[in-house]
């Protein structure tokens, strides 16, 4: 589907000349939504010949970064603990103190951490332990071990320890045990 009339507008009034709009049908961008394919102003930029700035300007009228939805408000209930430095997920970057879990990076804007799912109660979000049930997050990649263990009657508080102490060939014995019931 070709750009419209007025997308074409709204591109030259960001600053495209109509000979930068030919420039884009040339490179494949026929639609709005292809713009997110480009991915980022940089590309953009060099794929059309753009300045810098006029790349940004189409980058966020096109995939909406300037109307991202707020980032899910910093709980109050857990702190990570002082002694514990975070570095960002995204950028490496060491988080201020006052750093709370879900807060943003302030390097690079994205979430500090990952989000993690809950092996007890299924809701997710950042941070070492779960928001609705206190359940200290496991690592992703045995969230499935955990969920077994929860399935086996073990307390909520021990399974995170358990998984931590556990040897590797317990934890294959485990996995045969999750593929075995998928
Ligand atoms: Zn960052
Ligand atoms: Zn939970």
């Given at each position: 589907m070709p750009l419209t009339e007025l997308e074409k507008n709204v591109l030259r009034a960001k600053g495209l000349t109509d000979a930068n709009l030919s420039r884009l049908g040339e490179v494949g961008v026929g639609s709005k939504s292809d713009f997110a394919v480009v991915g980022d102003a940089d590309t953009l930029a060099a794929l059309v010949g753009l300045p810098g700035e006029i790349a940004q300007k189409v980058m966020?009228?096109?995939?909406?970064?300037?109307?991202?939805?707020?980032?899910?408000?910093?709980?109050?209930?857990?702190?990570?603990?002082?002694?514990?430095?975070?570095?960002?997920?995204?950028?490496?970057?060491?988080?201020?103190?006052?750093?709370?879990?879900?807060?943003?990076?302030?390097?690079?804007?994205?979430?500090?951490?990952?989000?993690?799912?809950?092996?007890?109660?299924?809701?997710?979000?950042?941070?070492?332990?779960?928001?609705?049930?206190?359940?200290?997050?496991?690592?992703?990649?045995?969230?499935?071990?955990?969920?077994?263990?929860?399935?086996?009657?073990?307390?909520?508080?021990?399974?995170?320890?358990?998984?931590?102490?556990?040897?590797a060939a317990d934890k294959d014995v485990l996995w045969g045990r999750v593929r075995r019931s998928r």
């Open positions: 966020a009228w096109a995939t909406g970064a300037a109307a991202a939805p707020a980032a899910i408000a910093a709980p109050t209930n857990f702190v990570v603990d002082s002694g514990d430095v975070v570095h960002c997920v995204h950028c490496k970057h060491k988080q201020p103190k006052d750093y709370s879990a879900g807060d943003l990076c302030p390097a690079c804007g994205r979430q500090a951490e990952p989000i993690l799912a809950c092996f007890w109660c299924s809701s997710s979000g950042p941070g070492k332990f779960c928001r609705s049930c206190g359940a200290q997050f496991v690592p992703t990649g045995e969230l499935e071990l955990a969920v077994l263990l929860r399935r086996d009657g073990l307390p909520k508080d021990a399974i995170p320890a358990k998984l931590i102490e556990m040897s």
